[in-house]
């Protein structure tokens, strides 16, 4: 108690003066400086004094009943467990109660508290966070030093009391009371020391020097200057330990880390930097890309990105004492054993370079180097965080491969993890909070604030938008359908789950993925969900083209499936008159009804909105005469190069010209590309728009109802039998995709 020895010294000179001193003593400060700590240190071992917490104290009732369950303890040792234990219950007790006259207490005060006993030394601590106003209050304890001739101590902040509403009567009063008063000033390094000296863990105990290091850096860190913040975190820590401590070796290098990101992440959020619903899959408190400076973690040592090791979510339920489920414990002890096993990949280990020794260091790296090279990485987000390493290296010097060529290296593996079906389709999905783009795998991205990362931002954006079909595709099949057909049950009603909630962005515009469905499936599962379920549908498609039309992105779009929809309902109609003998049937009603009602009326206003021309595309490489191409409208042209999929050794490259033609003009310009397909080889041209679909060989030409299945097998195995790979045209829309 170095930093405090003067008010010690003041203090045991009042406390032991056999004169009346009529005054109290102040001992102010802010809140979590140390004061109950220091005065709870100061009385430790002696004998007659009363610490009263007036935390939340609303009556003198009250503060007189905690007076006295502190008195009673001062009779005789053969007595004072059963007296206290007797106060403490016999008023509680109803027909007891009843018999027990108000002034009890008063009664029992007057016994102890007589002008010829004066060997007890009052402490009225929390003065501020007391219920009762404080001119009363401070009446009371003025009557205690005055008429009593008790000795008080008054523990307070001070400056909380003169910024509220009785500042003003707090200091009138104050003059006649306090006789001296003291400012407790933090004593860190002695307050840590007895938090520490109080651990019961075992295994922490061990390690209570290494912990107090922490405690006294973290206090220093944060900057707050509140000791019973950092009280508060060891016995949180210590009490969260029991779940880990079966996996923890205390001697390891990463124990210190544990602790020390658990306390640090406490502490912020106890002083509400970080708040209960920050805690999420993507955490967005850490420092994020734009981030450049003053971040509120920057002042603890190289958590601001991220930390590594507690998986987030599961801390901040551990954290708001949230109780895990089997699962969550399960993921928090795996990763705490993986940090302690020093079960890292190479890749992790080189991310920490700074702590690797010169010879780790070069091993890891040629570890990693020759696992890029061979594409052994088929995990996106590694590929980024051993791109985004390699940026880093090659600014600061470590490796020979300029930034550009490292850039042009993560293009071709990325081209190559969508090639292999290992690119995460999901990556365009709307969250909450810090994305993948910030950090993953516990660690944020070296080299994120480089030109370099920016356009692997960019080019990882294009490659997940030209793949959101798929993963729309996918979604469908594995989440959606499955509801639909009554596989797997949902906790949403289908309305909201069709038109609100499946597949929309976080201001809650919607995607138009009906274009993504396919007629027939839909079809049965309206029939076969029973007919009456038609009448539920038909809700959903009304309100879907009417009051939610506005929020679906492109629901134009739709159309094409709207039309196909109507085409096999309507089959189903004819398919139910041939068996009944063209009687009207309920289930032909209910049809005729969805579709009277919620297709048709759309359909009508969709098509004036849609535009008809045809799209598609037409390979340069396909034609004997290119001239052709002049006289279409070419939207975009891609190049490929050639690999044994596509069957044509004796090229180079493809290149792909995407086309708009005038739905006037289609017919013509059909026939004119069909002469002028390459005679030697087997190629084809297409083109459609929402209702027809061109299918063009050479000297033949296959003009198909989008609806019709029958038709599109026609034109699949007259391409098959001039040599084409069937992959190449599988046109139907049952299809889940085309590859030419």
Not at 382 to 391: M, W
Not at 403 to 410: D, G, H, P, S
Not at 421 to 440: H, I, V, Y
Not at 521 to 534: A, M, R
């Amino acid at each position: 108690m170095r930093s405090n020895y003067h008010i010690k010294n003041y203090l045991d000179f009042y406390c032991k003066s056999t004169n009346m001193l009529p005054f109290a003593v102040l001992l102010k400060g802010k809140w979590g400086c140390g004061k109950t700590y220091f005065i709870k240190e100061y009385i430790n071992g002696k004998e007659n004094f009363i610490h009263i917490s007036l935390y939340g104290l609303s009556s003198f009732v009250e503060i007189k009943e905690k007076i006295i369950v502190e008195i009673l303890p001062l009779i005789p040792d053969k007595y004072s467990r059963i007296t206290t234990l007797l106060y403490k219950n016999l008023k509680r007790i109803p027909y007891i109660k009843e018999k027990i006259p108000d002034n009890t207490d008063d009664l029992i005060l007057g016994l102890y508290l007589n002008k010829k006993n004066n060997g007890h030394i009052f402490i009225f601590d929390d003065l501020e966070r007391c219920d009762i106003a404080i001119e009363k209050l401070l009446g009371y304890i003025n009557h205690l030093v005055e008429f009593l001739e008790q000795k008080v101590i008054i523990i307070a902040n001070e400056e909380a009391i003169l910024k509220s509403g009785s500042g003003d009567k707090y200091s009138e009063i104050k003059e006649k009371l306090i006789g001296k008063e003291f400012s407790v000033n933090p004593n860190p390094e002695e307050a840590i020391g007895y938090f520490v000296n109080n651990i019961k863990n075992v295994k922490l105990y061990k390690k209570k020097d290494l912990i107090a290091e922490l405690l006294l850096k973290l206090f220093y860190q944060s900057g707050y200057d509140n000791l019973r913040l950092i009280q508060q975190a060891i016995s949180d820590f210590e009490y969260f330990f029991e779940i880990i401590e079966s996996k923890v070796d205390e001697d390891s290098q990463f124990f210190e880390k544990i602790v020390y990101e658990f306390l640090a992440i406490f502490i912020e959020y106890k002083k509400g930097k970080i708040k209960s619903g920050d805690f999420d899959k993507w955490p967005f408190f850490f420092r994020g890309i734009n981030d450049k400076e003053n971040h509120f973690l920057d002042k603890y040592d190289g958590i601001s990105n991220w930390i590594i090791c507690y998986d987030v979510e599961v801390l901040g339920k551990v954290l708001q004492g949230i109780s895990l489920n089997e699962e969550e414990n399960k993921k928090l002890l795996e990763k705490i054993e993986s940090i302690l096993s020093n079960n890292q990949e190479s890749w992790q280990i080189l991310w920490n370079f700074r702590e690797n020794d010169d010879s780790t260091f070069f091993k890891m790296l040629e570890d990693v180097m020759n696992k890029w090279r061979n594409r052994e990485y088929i995990d996106f987000f590694v590929v980024a965080h051993v791109f985004g390493i390699f940026l880093y290296f090659a600014e600061q010097g470590f490796i020979q491969e300029s930034k550009a060529t490292i850039l042009e290296q993560v293009k071709e593996y990325i081209n190559n993890l969508i090639k292999d079906n290992n690119f995460p389709l999901d990556l365009g999905e709307e969250r909450s909070g810090m994305g993948w783009w910030e950090g993953t795998y516990g660690l944020g991205y070296h080299g994120n604030d480089s030109s370099e990362w920016k356009e692997f931002m960019g080019f990882v954006k294009e490659k997940t938008k030209e793949l959101r079909p798929k993963f729309i595709k996918e979604k469908i099949q594995n989440e959606l359908l499955p509801i639909l057909r009554g596989k797997v049950k949902s906790n949403e009603n289908l309305d909201l789950l069709i038109n609100y909630n499946f597949l929309h962005d976080s201001l809650g515009k919607g995607e138009a993925y009906f274009q993504y469905l396919e007629a027939g499936e839909i079809k049965d599962i309206l029939i076969k969900n029973g007919i009456s379920s038609l009448n539920r549908y038909k809700t959903i498609f009304i309100q879907r083209y009417t009051e939610r039309k506005a929020d679906i992105i492109g629901i134009e779009q739709e159309n094409d499936f709207l039309v196909q929809l109507k085409g096999v309902l309507e089959e189903e109609i004819k398919k139910t008159k041939q068996l009944f003998g063209g009687r009207l049937t309920p289930k032909i009603f209910l049809i005729n009804a969805f579709i009277d009602k919620a297709l048709a009326p759309f359909i009508k206003i969709n098509i004036k909105e849609t535009n008809m021309n045809y799209k598609g595309v037409i390979i340069e490489e396909s034609l004997e005469n290119n001239d052709i191409l002049k006289s279409i409208n070419i939207l975009s042209t891609k190049v490929e190069s050639v690999v044994e999929k596509h069957k044509t050794p004796w090229l180079k490259q493809w290149t792909l010209h995407t086309v708009e033609l005038p739905e006037n003009q289609a017919d013509n310009i059909a026939q004119e590309i069909s002469k002028a397909l390459d005679q030697e080889h087997s190629w084809y041209a297409d083109f459609k728009n929402e209702t027809t679909h061109f299918i063009i060989f050479r000297d033949k030409v296959f003009k198909i109802d989008r609806t019709s299945k029958e038709q599109y097998d026609k034109a699949k195995e007259y391409g098959i039998s001039l040599g084409i790979p069937p992959y190449q045209v599988d046109f139907h829309p049952e299809v889940k995709e085309w590859e030419k």
